[in-house]
């Protein structure tokens, strides 16, 4: 008995330690003060470690209400990824991935999109999770046409080299978010985190494309991504929603190491046609299997516009011209079919390699709004 409460105490004082911080912390955005990088990154140790619920749903409604600064969400993304389960695939990768909450109740580009880029060549490691704001999450689609939630790092890495693409669902990387899980099932409203989700791949993706579902999110989500050292990856927000659609007019960040580069983009212009926003979540399995089947549906022009965009973040980028695939036919000719290395079907078939790492599982909790 003792010898139980004793091991116990060192942790007690860790979290009675972050229990203090983290009211200097609360104080500081009480008077709408910023935190800085390291401060940030501490309120997320603490909250990670158990610090009080109703210290953490304070921090996270106070960030909130002030308005979170890139160097706030770049401080959590940085703890965050320090406490993730870790994935080393043998080349490197890129993710297209949104963060959904658009509210516009789309079929899943980002997913559509990423099996297209594998199909042109591209290594993705798409990170994701079940729906929120829409029918037709990532994890959702690819779980219904059988590929697996549930792969541990190794299973991931071994999918990437015979497939050209892995899929990692978040709950199993991130253990570390049990504990914030039901703080933001109580609050439901978005916070920080409803942000995040993009910027901890586990893969560690320095180039890829992320959408994000405000144009206010543009330049915050771009400079977080710059202050955690991104290779080059486009955040993009078109017409209301988290995806690159040939609908309008698209806001577009692009993070290099030598800074962000802000610009327009009108996928028609690049020769995409013209679509609108409709909600299409019986159409999503459909659209997804044979996107190239369908070449005129708004569904099969944004998912091409989408990938075509994410062929200039990988090494390979300069075989492209103005962001479009250089070889189109896997989603515009009708009568060419995708390489079977990227079929759901090879997904299925991927194995894990001998590894002695944990495999993940699902937290009980679902991921709230």
């Given at each position: 008995?003792?010898?139980?409460?004793?091991?116990?105490?060192?942790?007690?004082?860790?979290?009675?330690?972050?229990?203090?911080?983290?009211?200097?912390?609360?104080?500081?955005?009480?008077?709408?003060?910023?935190?800085?990088?390291?401060?940030?990154?501490?309120?997320?140790?603490?909250?990670?470690?158990?610090?009080?619920?109703?210290?953490?749903?304070?921090?996270?409604?106070?960030?909130?209400?002030?308005?979170?600064?890139?160097?706030?969400?770049?401080?959590?993304?940085?703890?965050?990824?320090?406490?993730?389960?870790?994935?080393?695939?043998?080349?490197?990768?890129?993710?297209?991935?949104?963060?959904?909450?658009?509210?516009?109740?789309?079929?899943?580009?980002?997913?559509?999109?990423?099996?297209?880029?594998?199909?042109?060549?591209?290594?993705?490691?798409?990170?994701?999770?079940?729906?929120?704001?829409?029918?037709?999450?990532?994890?959702?689609?690819?779980?219904?046409?059988?590929?697996?939630?549930?792969?541990?790092?190794?299973?991931?890495?071994?999918?990437?080299?015979?497939?050209?693409?892995?899929?990692?669902?978040?709950?199993?990387?991130?253990?570390?978010?049990?504990?914030?899980?039901?703080?933001?099932?109580?609050?439901?409203v978005r916070t920080v985190f409803?942000?995040?989700?993009?910027?901890?791949?586990?893969?560690?993706?320095?180039?890829?494309?992320?959408?994000?579902?405000?144009?206010?999110?543009?330049?915050?989500?771009?400079?977080?991504?710059?202050?955690?050292?991104?290779?080059?990856?486009?955040?993009v927000h078109c017409c209301g929603?988290?995806?690159?659609?040939?609908?309008?007019?698209?806001?577009?960040?692009?993070?290099?190491?030598?800074?962000?580069?802000?610009?327009?983009?009108?996928?028609?212009?690049?020769?995409?046609?013209?679509?609108?926003?409709?909600?299409?979540?019986?159409?999503?399995?459909?659209?997804?299997?044979?996107?190239?089947?369908?070449?005129?549906?708004?569904?099969?022009?944004?998912?091409?516009?989408?990938?075509a965009t994410a062929w200039r973040?990988?090494?390979?980028?300069?075989?492209?011209?103005?962001?479009?695939?250089?070889?189109?036919?896997?989603?515009?000719?009708?009568?060419?079919?995708?390489?079977?290395?990227?079929?759901?079907?090879?997904?299925?078939?991927?194995?894990?390699?001998?590894?002695?790492?944990?495999?993940?599982?699902?937290?009980?909790?679902?991921?709230?709004?």
């Amino acid at each position: 008995f003792f010898a139980v409460h004793l091991d116990a105490l060192p942790l007690a004082r860790v979290v009675a330690q972050h229990c203090r911080e983290m009211k200097d912390t609360i104080e500081a955005l009480v008077q709408r003060q910023d935190l800085t990088l390291d401060q940030s990154a501490a309120a997320a140790e603490a909250i990670i470690a158990g610090a009080d619920p109703c210290q953490a749903a304070a921090l996270l409604v106070l960030l909130r209400s002030k308005g979170e600064t890139p160097a706030e969400v770049a401080g959590m993304v940085r703890t965050m990824r320090r406490h993730m389960l870790t994935v080393s695939p043998a080349r490197p990768c890129i993710d297209i991935v949104g963060t959904g909450g658009d509210g516009h109740h789309t079929v899943n580009i980002s997913t559509a999109a990423s099996v297209v880029a594998a199909a042109c060549g591209a290594a993705v490691a798409k990170h994701g999770n079940r729906s929120v704001s829409s029918k037709c999450g990532s994890a959702d689609v690819l779980e219904e046409v059988g590929v697996s939630l549930a792969l541990p790092p190794s299973g991931i890495e071994a999918c990437i080299a015979q497939a050209g693409i892995a899929f990692m669902f978040a709950p199993g990387f991130h253990p570390a978010m049990k504990n914030i899980v039901p703080v933001r099932k109580a609050l439901g409203v978005r916070t920080v985190f409803n942000i995040l989700g993009p910027l901890i791949n586990p893969a560690a993706c320095t180039r890829g494309v992320i959408g994000v579902y405000a144009p206010s999110l543009v330049a915050l989500v771009a400079e977080a991504l710059h202050a955690l050292g991104a290779e080059l990856i486009m955040v993009v927000h078109c017409c209301g929603l988290d995806e690159l659609a040939p609908i309008g007019e698209a806001s577009v960040a692009t993070v290099t190491p030598a800074g962000v580069e802000y610009s327009t983009l009108d996928c028609t212009r690049l020769g995409f046609a013209a679509c609108s926003i409709a909600a299409q979540p019986s159409a999503t399995l459909r659209c997804q299997r044979r996107p190239g089947h369908i070449p005129r549906r708004p569904c099969a022009v944004r998912t091409t516009s989408r990938a075509a965009t994410a062929w200039r973040t990988p090494p390979h980028c300069a075989r492209c011209s103005r962001g479009r695939s250089p070889d189109p036919s896997p989603t515009r000719s009708p009568s060419t079919p995708a390489p079977d290395s990227t079929s759901p079907a090879s997904l299925r078939r991927c194995r894990p390699a001998a590894s002695s790492r944990a495999r993940p599982s699902p937290p009980a909790h679902p991921s709230p709004p």
